[in-house]
């Protein structure tokens, strides 16, 4: 799906007054939401359209030279980024951070935001299990694939 299709969408929520608006095919998931009339973005004051493509994070074990470093395990395991985008780990940048490390997080807790075409994407965990690493520095360019943090499964 691209931003043409996204738009196209838009349209025709906006046409037809809906709400809400989700479509999930294999490994891609759009959810489009409108909020008491007003339409509005994470870190725009400006009336907009939240989107939130939310491919499912790519999980992986972490690699076996992880496990040199005292601070990781061979256990721990990554979650990647399914896009390339830039990296935000607060949903504003007066706002606290999603998650720390230490911190317990389950499939439905939101990591961290990455901003791909000007659309504000959520990240989930995917995965229960404690944060024991941040690989990623707040507001950097990411690759797809690219490890964002690892994770002891609980």
Do not use: H, W
Request: with cysteine.
């Amino acid at each position: 799906m691209d931003l043409k299709d996204i738009k196209a969408i838009i349209d025709l929520m906006k046409k037809n007054s809906i709400s809400e608006f989700e479509l999930e095919r294999q490994d891609f998931k759009i959810k489009l939401k409108r909020g008491n009339g007003a339409i509005s973005t994470v870190q725009q004051e400006e009336p907009q359209m939240v989107a939130y493509a939310v491919p499912p994070a790519q999980i992986s074990p972490g690699n076996p030279s992880a496990a040199q470093n005292p601070n990781n395990s061979s256990l721990d395991l990554e979650i990647k980024s399914p896009m390339i985008g830039t990296f935000y780990r607060a949903p504003s940048p007066e706002a606290g951070n999603y998650i720390e490390v230490g911190m317990e997080v389950n499939p439905d807790t939101v990591v961290c935001i990455i901003e791909a075409m000007k659309v504000m994407n959520e990240i989930k965990a995917e995965i229960k299990g404690v944060v024991t690493q941040a690989l990623v520095e707040n507001a950097k360019p990411v690759e797809f694939g690219q490890p964002l943090f690892k994770l002891r499964p609980a």
